[in-house]
């Protein structure tokens, strides 16, 4: 089964020390949902400086668990900037929704 996530960073910036990636893990479990969930109300809600406030922040995260939505979440980025309508946006949050649950849940599978 193909992961959705990597954890080839984290080893790198660990050196070996399994508590520590676990912490990274929970950290990312305690931080993303709620963000995610307050990123999507930021979109449905047409508050385009909120969404892109909670899209920067996950960046860092998304990068260092090797997770592919670095493309969708520039596009969420270059969307706050705009007034464009939710409607043109929808397709890349509905695919980092649906990522992010994924990864979610796989840690949490990988790393009771």
């Given at each position: 089964?193909?992961?959705?996530?990597?954890?080839?960073?984290?080893?790198?910036?660990?050196?070996?020390?399994?508590?520590?990636?676990?912490l990274l893990v929970d950290t990312f479990l305690q931080?993303?949902?709620?963000?995610?969930?307050?990123?999507?109300?930021?979109?449905?809600?047409?508050?385009?400086?909120?969404?892109?406030?909670?899209?920067?922040?996950?960046?860092?995260?998304?990068?260092?668990?090797?997770?592919?939505?670095?493309?969708?979440?520039?596009?969420?980025?270059?969307?706050?900037?705009?007034?464009?309508?939710?409607?043109?946006?929808?397709?890349?949050?509905?695919?980092?929704?649906?990522?992010?649950?994924?990864?979610?849940?796989?840690?949490?599978?990988?790393?009771?």
């Open positions: 089964m193909p992961q959705n996530y990597s954890l080839e960073k984290l080893d790198a910036i660990a050196g070996g020390d399994e508590s520590f990636i676990q931080e993303i949902p709620p963000d995610l969930d307050s990123m999507q109300e930021a979109i449905n809600s047409g508050n385009h400086k909120m969404a892109y406030q909670y899209a920067h922040k996950m960046k860092p995260n998304l990068d260092m668990f090797g997770i592919d939505l670095l493309d969708q979440i520039a596009a969420m980025e270059k969307w706050s900037a705009t007034d464009r309508p939710v409607a043109l946006i929808k397709p890349q949050m509905d695919e980092i929704f649906t990522t992010l649950t994924t990864v979610i849940n796989d840690l949490k599978a990988d790393f009771k």
